[in-house]
């Protein structure tokens, strides 16, 4: 069972149908109108319907409201919509919760993020920058961490060096790819306005998911991108 129709919930949902084939039911459960809520209808519905190709059960308008485990292990979930399901493993795929519990209460806004101007710089002091999951921005993916990086890098040291900040970070819909499953061809999202051919999804991600880039990040070494830092 997973607990969120965001990337990672459909991504998480379609390794694990693939792994099991069959041999266990998969659900994912999305609290809206279905899978990949911030893009189009359209891709929303390929989303689904692959998932549904590999057997995920997918459940719209539907959340955990309460879950008990069993004294033989398993996890007993009751659903918003009155259901009761037996489950091995729960995972949540969704939310998130920026580490911002040390920050002044009047730098947050209602999400506990960090309010920032568009160069990534504070609106109450001068001095404070944040970016990723703790800034207060719309779209906080892997992808749009990278140009967050680079204006914050960029004004810092124009500050440092004694001029006004010059680059700006534009909040703004960014490439989303999401292989589904680990077959040939699996996948969608979008790609500069476009949906991709599931082809262009396994070439792009859908084969290793970008882990070869994973040390180098890990040791700030390149951005998540593969450009270097």
């Not at 007993?76 to 949540?92: K, V």
């Not at 998130?96 to 710089?121: G, Y």
């Not at 999202?189 to 998911?209: D, E, H, T």
């Amino acid at each position: 069972m997973l607990s969120g129709g965001g990337p990672t919930g459909v991504e998480t949902a379609g390794e694990i149908a693939t792994l099991w084939k069959g041999q266990k039911k998969v659900y994912l459960l999305d609290s809206g109108a279905g899978p990949l809520p911030m893009l189009r209808e359209d891709v929303r519905r390929t989303a689904k319907k692959q998932l549904e190709s590999l057997g995920v059960v997918v459940k719209v308008n539907t959340r955990v409201v309460k879950e008990t485990k069993e004294q033989d292990g398993t996890l007993t979930l009751q659903l918003s919509n009155g259901e009761s399901i037996a489950a091995d493993l729960h995972i949540p795929t969704f939310g998130l919760s920026p580490n911002t519990a040390f920050v002044p209460a009047e730098m947050l806004d209602e999400t506990r993020s960090v309010k920032v101007d568009t160069h990534m710089r504070s609106t109450e002091y001068a001095n404070v920058w944040a970016a990723g999951d703790a800034a207060a921005v719309k779209r906080k993916t892997i992808v749009s961490g990278t140009p967050m990086m680079e204006a914050l890098v960029v004004n810092v040291v124009a500050v440092v060096e004694g001029k006004e900040p010059v680059k700006e970070y534009k909040d703004e819909p960014t490439p989303m790819i999401v292989p589904i499953g680990g077959g040939f061809a699996m996948g969608t999202g979008i790609l500069f306005g476009w949906k991709p051919w599931g082809l262009l999804v396994w070439l792009l991600k859908g084969r290793n998911f970008f882990i070869g880039n994973a040390p180098n990040v890990a040791l700030g070494k390149s951005l998540t991108s593969g450009g270097k830092v």
